[in-house]
């Protein structure tokens, strides 16, 4: 629910670092100046498989309908709900996108047949409770949480939001007036780094269901009728697409009355949508236009590579030692921040990312069949976006060449296995993981995680990222002022100069013109300039 | 910026004594876990909650210094800038070598600043938490960076502020500081104006003097808590922050005039965001032997929160605003109540404003809901236990408090002075600041209304 907290105290109270340091006043630890990366072609290492030429869609396990994941604690006062569907926006129709993040909108917002929204409200605020729905691609989240002097009431207000939902006009109007706006305004206009990890996802799934925004595309909020609502609602949001996860002082009795409550809802409704296989093309840049003091970057692939594969653990690892998020240790945030102060940050994921609020972990409960590897770079000022962009493949280029040197590789391995502690310290997150298990087959999935850790070795490591990690097939996103004179650049691809207000050491000088000329792997007739006012219009 | 420097200690503005040598403190309603507090000769206070959170602790440093310490003209954003260079080594830790340590092991490591406190928070075993303070009192007490680094850290925070400069709410934060405060250093935000932080790159000796000024032990709070032997910690507390020597800079702020009129202030936004309405009015700072700020986070929900009428008329059954906000963190020095509408379209600017101008109205008129009110104080109640879930949860939230009022049972008193907080009080208050002499009434338009193309 609303926390009372003005935005801007959320800008200005809370000015976070996000780094620290490394570059060389005094001659650093013995690190050798980095050899020059040798283009990836020129593999030294094992042979790697020829590189797929598409991303099939191999489904997620489908745990038995309404299935329930107890998490109990008996000592903790407060009690959380985790009700998981298997639907996303991909469940949305075609010309309606946006249409399963508002169901859900609706639903927790909207009131119940027996409470308006207004009245919803206020039987919430005394107890501080929360209830939330999120939506993803593929998943949709009901969370609540509750303190246990409040249970009956609070299970009775969580279930009929679902069970017996208001769907009331003018509430729809509302939440369909707030989608519209956070796309026209929060996406398009406010948040240039949001704005280029979508654009991302639209170059990347171009023509495929993940492709929309998830909050919807402005023709599709704007057809959405709330006939629609209730039709959607009915076929997603079904028992045979439901994990229910209960956590805190929870007993039989309040596990056997949530599932019996929730076998209310339809027992089948919508078939899965069934994801196109996803061309593996690369080389491909969406550079969006809008006016903006600097320029953001994100670029990625589509990847066959997920939770549960064997190679899954060690890229995982290698792409953390390159750019764990937010952290200060990784090779991108050192390199590029740290020693050259390009922007704020350089980060680097084995798999798709959406940092939870208030952390710096990635969120649960947003599997995805079809999986992405990405680099994200922060805004840099317009002028350094070429060189960034290659630093950050230049830097990749290195983890390709050459095995992670061991007292780094043991520093990171040792780093994972005490941070990934901390993804599980809250009871929301701690079922979020039980229930992504279920789907993606990856019981105890953080245990397995510090245990594969425990083995990896820098061949392992390297063997692994060469078979899934390949520059060539990544597509980039810019944001950007002036489009025209960026593309110009990433077509005529001359090195990029860089220079700095204060003195660096011969050796970064010498390996930026290196990146300053490293190729990107950008095909001229493959960049297209998006207006950001007309991004995600239909 | 006017400023002028006095003799006397003066930082210390509020009166309550910190507890000296040591002082235990049971688990109350106001804050649910035992508390251990000790202050070091040096004047270094020592907060520990043991909290269950098995093999894992976070450790706080709570400096008492942000971007109200920012008063000389041309070096806003200091407070924030130096944020960042506390990361940048020392001669037993060079550049990078502490982050090698915390890597490590693990840790979730990081600092932010506000207009009143900078915090540096560690979360992550127990396992490293002795060699945590040996390398925290190291990079406190010998800090040593060479200006091409904080040259180039310079360059960081300027793409911090690019990062954030296409949201219309460091806009506005700039603008509404900048009206309603004309001396005190609440005039900036804490990021610090565009050309200051362009600027940064040449204030080395600057640097170091802001170092010296407010990074003492007698002007940091350490926070621990989580699953750790006190003795053990306490012992290595000793050992290498102990010796730490130093006094805070004796500088008093500007003090800002009483305001007289009403001021205002427009933003034409050259890019598509919806329209805002915002009122600020002048506040008194939040002590712990007033009811000030405790009225103000109970009138923040009474006025604009979501089960507030106006919440109701203006959200929910008009839709003439997108959504209602309230500001009412606690200050050290008097700051501002603000409340905000983020409006559907331009063309209800006047209606909100008469809604808005309507419920201060009804308040100051003496006509106040008490169920309400004491529904606000059951949510503050619940609501801290609800946000107490981890060890960095806890920390955090002391931290706030415990930076903000300068004593380490802040926050149980602050929770406390709101459950006593009564129907009349928001009267009162209401009465004394709520009027359209003491208000900033900040506007801001967008070129495309709504986002329409």
């Given at each position: 629910?609303?926390?009372?907290?003005?935005?801007?105290?959320?800008?200005?109270?809370?000015?976070?670092?996000?780094?620290?340091?490394?570059?060389?006043?005094?001659?650093?630890?013995?690190?050798?100046?980095?050899?020059?990366?040798?283009?990836?072609?020129?593999?030294?290492?094992?042979?790697?498989?020829?590189?797929?030429?598409?991303?099939?869609?191999?489904?997620?396990?489908?745990?038995?309908?309404?299935?329930?994941?107890?998490?109990?604690?008996?000592?903790?006062?407060?009690?959380s709900f985790r009700l998981v569907f298997h639907s996303g926006s991909v469940d949305d129709p075609k010309g309606k996108e946006g249409l399963g993040a508002l169901t859900a909108q609706l639903l927790a917002e909207g009131g119940t047949q027996s409470l308006s929204s207004a009245q919803l409200l206020e039987a919430l605020f005394p107890m501080a409770a929360e209830l939330d729905a999120s939506t993803d691609k593929e998943f949709t989240v009901f969370s609540g949480r509750v303190h246990k002097d409040f249970l009956p009431r609070f299970l009775e207000l969580f279930t009929d939001v679902l069970l017996k939902p208001r769907f009331d006009p003018q509430e729809f109007e509302r939440l369909r007036s707030l989608a519209l706006s956070d796309l026209r305004n929060g996406l398009r206009s406010e948040n240039d780094e949001a704005l280029g990890k979508v654009a991302l996802d639209a170059l990347l799934y171009e023509g495929h269901p993940y492709a929309h925004f998830v909050g919807g595309?402005?023709?599709?909020?704007?057809?959405?009728?709330?006939?629609?609502?209730?039709?959607?609602?009915?076929?997603?949001?079904?028992?045979?697409?439901?994990?229910?996860?209960?956590?805190?002082?929870?007993?039989?009795?309040?596990?056997?009355?949530?599932?019996?409550?929730?076998?209310?809802?339809?027992?089948?409704?919508?078939?899965?949508?069934?994801?196109?296989?996803?061309?593996?093309?690369?080389?491909?840049?969406?550079?969006?236009?809008?006016?903006?003091?600097?320029?953001?970057?994100?670029?990625?692939?589509?990847?066959?590579?997920?939770?549960?594969?064997?190679?899954?653990?060690?890229?995982?690892?290698?792409?953390?030692?390159?750019?764990?998020?937010?952290?200060?240790?990784?090779?991108?945030?050192?390199?590029?921040?740290?020693?050259?102060?390009?922007?704020?940050?350089?980060?680097?994921?084995?798999?798709?990312?959406?940092?939870?609020?208030?952390?710096?972990?990635?969120?649960?409960?947003?599997?995805?069949?079809?999986?992405?590897?990405?680099?994200?770079?922060?805004p840099v000022v317009p002028d350094n976006a070429m060189f960034a962009t290659r630093g950050t493949l230049y830097f990749l280029d290195q983890l390709l060449a050459q095995p992670i040197p061991a007292e780094k590789f043991e520093r990171s391995r040792s780093f994972l296995l005490g941070y990934t502690r901390l993804w599980e310290q809250t009871d929301q997150r701690r079922l979020g993981y039980a229930i992504d298990a279920l789907f993606l087959g990856t019981p105890d999935y953080l245990e397995q995680y510090r245990a594969a850790l425990a083995k990896m070795t820098p061949e392992s490591v390297h063997a692994a990222v060469r078979r899934h990690v390949r520059?060539?097939?990544?597509?980039?996103?810019?944001?950007?002022?002036?489009?025209?004179?960026?593309?110009?650049?990433?077509?005529?691809?001359?090195?990029?100069?860089?220079?700095?207000?204060?003195?660096?050491?011969?050796?970064?000088?010498?390996?930026?013109?290196?990146?300053?000329?490293?190729p990107l792997p950008i095909r001229p007739d493959a960049i297209q300039i998006v207006p950001a006012d007309t991004f995600m219009e239909k | 910026m006017h400023h002028r420097w006095l003799i006397p200690l003066l930082l210390v503005l509020l009166g309550t004594a910190l507890p000296v040598s040591a002082a235990e403190q049971p688990a109350s309603p106001f804050f649910p876990y035992p508390m251990k507090v000790d202050r070091l000769p040096n004047g270094l206070t020592v907060i520990r909650v043991p909290f269950n959170s098995p093999g894992l602790i976070a450790y706080q440093t709570v400096v008492r210094v942000g971007s109200r310490n920012e008063v000389e003209p041309g070096r806003t954003g200091f407070a924030h800038f130096f944020e960042h260079m506390m990361f940048k080594g020392t001669k037993n830790f060079p550049e990078g070598e502490r982050e090698k340590v915390i890597a490590a092991y693990g840790y979730d490591d990081n600092a932010f600043t506000s207009d009143d406190i900078t915090v540096y928070h560690s979360y992550g075993?127990?396992?490293?938490?002795?060699?945590?303070?040996?390398?925290?009192?190291?990079?406190?007490?010998?800090?040593?960076?060479?200006?091409?680094?904080?040259?180039?850290?310079?360059?960081?925070?300027?793409?911090?502020?690019?990062?954030?400069?296409?949201?219309?709410?460091?806009?506005?934060?700039?603008?509404?500081?900048?009206?309603?405060?004309?001396?005190?250093?609440?005039?900036?935000?804490?990021?610090?104006?565009?050309?200051?932080?362009?600027?940064?790159?040449?204030?080395?000796?600057?640097?170091?003097?802001?170092?010296?000024?407010?990074?003492?032990?007698?002007?940091?709070?350490?926070?621990?808590?989580?699953?750790?032997?006190?003795?053990?910690?306490?012992?290595?507390?000793?050992?290498?922050?102990?010796?730490?020597?130093?006094?805070?800079?004796?500088?008093?702020?500007?003090?800002?005039?009483?305001?007289?009129?009403?001021?205002?202030?427009?933003?034409?936004?050259?890019?598509?965001?919806?329209?805002?309405?915002?009122?600020?009015?002048?506040?008194?700072?939040?002590?712990?032997?007033?009811?000030?700020?405790?009225?103000?986070?109970?009138?923040?929900?009474?006025?604009?929160?979501?089960?507030?009428?106006?919440?109701?008329?203006?959200?929910?059954?008009?839709?003439?605003?997108q959504d209602l906000d309230g500001s009412t963190m606690p200050h050290?020095?008097?700051?501002?109540?603000?409340?905000?509408?983020?409006?559907?379209?331009?063309?209800?600017?006047?209606?909100?404003?008469?809604?808005?101008?309507?419920?201060?109205?009804?308040?100051?008129?003496?006509?106040?809901?008490?169920?309400?009110?004491?529904?606000?104080?059951?949510?503050?109640?619940?609501?801290?236990?609800?946000?107490?879930?981890?060890?960095?949860?806890?920390?955090?939230?002391?931290?706030?408090?415990?930076?903000?009022?300068?004593?380490?049972?802040?926050?149980?008193?602050?929770?406390?002075?709101?459950?006593?907080?009564?129907?009349?009080?928001?009267?009162?208050?209401?009465?004394?600041?709520?009027?359209a002499a003491n208000r900033t009434v900040l506007s801001l338009t967008p070129q495309q209304a709504g986002g329409q193309k």
């Open positions: 629910m609303r926390p009372l907290l003005s935005r801007s105290l959320a800008l200005g109270a809370a000015l976070y670092l996000g780094g620290c340091a490394t570059a060389s006043r005094t001659a650093p630890a013995p690190e050798a100046a980095p050899p020059p990366a040798p283009p990836p072609a020129q593999a030294q290492t094992p042979a790697e498989p020829p590189a797929p030429t598409s991303v099939p869609a191999r489904p997620l396990q489908q745990p038995e309908p309404a299935r329930l994941v107890v998490q109990a604690h008996p000592d903790s006062p407060i009690v595309t402005e023709k599709g909020l704007e057809a959405i009728t709330l006939e629609d609502v209730k039709a959607h609602a009915a076929r997603v949001f079904t028992q045979d697409r439901l994990v229910i996860g209960l956590a805190g002082p929870v007993d039989e009795q309040l596990q056997r009355t949530v599932v019996s409550r929730l076998s209310a809802l339809p027992a089948t409704g919508a078939p899965r949508v069934e994801l196109p296989a996803v061309p593996t093309t690369g080389g491909r840049a969406l550079v969006v236009q809008k006016p903006t003091l600097s320029t953001a970057i994100s670029l990625g692939a589509v990847t066959p590579l997920r939770r549960g594969d064997p190679d899954f653990f060690p890229v995982a690892f290698a792409l953390s030692y390159l750019g764990e998020h937010r952290q200060l240790g990784g090779v991108l945030f050192n390199e590029l921040r740290e020693k050259r102060g390009l922007n704020y940050g350089d980060y680097a994921y084995a798999e798709h990312f959406i940092e939870e609020r208030g952390t710096t972990y990635n969120r649960t409960n947003i599997a995805r069949t079809q999986q992405d590897l990405s680099l994200w770079i922060r520059p060539e097939s990544l597509d980039f996103a810019f944001v950007t002022q002036n489009a025209e004179g960026l593309v110009k650049q990433l077509k005529e691809q001359a090195s990029s100069p860089i220079t700095y207000a204060s003195p660096k050491s011969l050796e970064l000088l010498e390996q930026d013109k290196a990146i300053g000329a490293r | 075993p127990t396992a490293g938490l002795l060699k945590l303070v040996e390398l925290e009192a190291d990079r406190f007490r010998h800090l040593e960076y060479s200006e091409p680094s904080f040259q180039t850290e310079a360059l960081a925070v300027l793409g911090e502020y690019h990062k954030n400069a296409a949201l219309p709410w460091l806009k506005i934060e700039e603008e509404l500081s900048r009206t309603a405060f004309t001396r005190h250093p609440y005039g900036h935000t804490t990021l610090g104006y565009y050309d200051d932080i362009k600027a940064m790159p040449q204030a080395y000796a600057y640097s170091r003097a802001f170092f010296e000024r407010w990074y003492t032990p007698d002007n940091i709070l350490l926070i621990i808590v989580g699953d750790f032997d006190d003795a053990a910690l306490m012992a290595a507390v000793q050992k290498h922050y102990g010796p730490w020597e130093g006094k805070s800079a004796s500088i008093q702020l500007p003090k800002e005039p009483p305001q007289k009129q009403e001021r205002s202030v427009h933003i034409d936004w050259p890019q598509s965001t919806q329209p805002q309405l915002l009122y600020a009015w002048r506040t008194p700072a939040a002590r712990l032997d007033t009811s000030d700020a405790a009225v103000q986070a109970v009138l923040g929900s009474y006025l604009v929160g979501s089960t507030s009428p106006l919440f109701k008329e203006l959200v929910l059954d008009k839709q003439l605003a050290r020095d008097p700051h501002l109540f603000s409340v905000s509408a983020t409006l559907q379209k331009e063309a209800n600017r006047a209606a909100v404003r008469a809604s808005l101008n309507a419920a201060v109205k009804e308040l100051v008129t003496g006509k106040v809901d008490a169920t309400r009110v004491e529904a606000i104080k059951s949510r503050t109640r619940y609501g801290l236990l609800m946000n107490m879930e981890t060890a960095k949860d806890v920390a955090q939230q002391l931290s706030w408090y415990a930076g903000i009022y300068g004593t380490p049972d802040a926050l149980a008193r602050h929770v406390q002075k709101i459950s006593e907080v009564k129907p009349g009080d928001l009267v009162a208050f209401a009465r004394r600041y709520l009027t």
